[in-house]
């Protein structure tokens, strides 16, 4: 079972639309935990951190439930341009603190 | 210019050739790592460096080796190439002074083992 689970979708939504992904995590040493965009063969870059108090960045919203160890993101209106797959990263930081990544949540926005 | 450069940025080998990628980077980090991606699998850590004396193997180092020849410079070896590492690699940092957490991908490398 891998350490970072997330349903890889694809979520088809239209514009304007709310849409949230969940992603759990086995372990619960875990101390950090993030959110990247990937647009289509392209890099991965930081979309937002999440922590224990959630944070909200205009039309995104990570919340983080350590008791049943998952985080959750939230895009309010969608847009065109949110199309992409949505990647959850965990650190674990008992040792080597190395990021775990999810395989990714696929995101199509259509007009 | 990129702060994280891999080159090349694509290539297409043959079956037992030996093959190397490069990633540079100006952000002085300390802190550097070697992804592949396969459709459907997500990110695989193959090698990790978190100094220029210190390597570690990731998730799946079989059939890979690296170098740190400094700060800035991590290099990733397939001796022998071979068909299942066709893939997308990519190089990413972090910064050990800023937590470590965030990090910064180079734009890819497109390999193509034949």
């Known amino acids: 079972r891998k350490e970072v689970e997330q349903d890889p979708g694809p979520f088809n939504v239209p514009e304007g639309a709310t849409v949230a992904f969940n992603c759990t995590y086995s372990n619960s040493a875990s101390q950090s935990f993030f959110w990247y965009r990937q647009d289509c063969r392209k890099e991965p870059k930081l979309l937002m951190s999440?922590?224990?108090s959630g944070n909200e960045d205009g039309r995104f919203t990570a919340q983080l439930n350590r008791a049943s160890q998952y985080i959750s993101l939230l895009i309010r209106d969608s847009k065109l341009s949110d199309s992409a797959t949505y990647l959850c990263v965990v650190n674990y930081r008992g040792g080597s603190y190395i990021p775990t990544f999810g395989r990714g949540t696929s995101l199509i926005v259509h007009p | 210019d990129a702060d994280v450069t891999q080159t090349p940025r694509n290539r297409i080998t043959k079956t037992g050739k030996r093959i190397m990628l490069e990633c540079s980077q100006t952000k002085g980090h300390d802190r550097m790592y070697w992804y592949r991606q396969d459709p459907g699998l997500g990110l695989r850590l193959i090698y990790y460096s978190f100094d220029v004396k210190d390597i570690n193997k990731g998730e799946i180092s079989d059939g890979y080796s690296v170098s740190r020849q400094a700060q800035a410079k991590f290099s990733l070896s397939l001796e022998s190439a071979i068909p299942n590492q066709t893939a997308l690699y990519f190089c990413a940092t972090s910064d050990t002074l800023a937590g470590g957490d965030e990090q910064f991908f180079g734009p890819g490398t497109r390999l193509t083992v034949l």
């Open positions: 999440v922590y224990s």
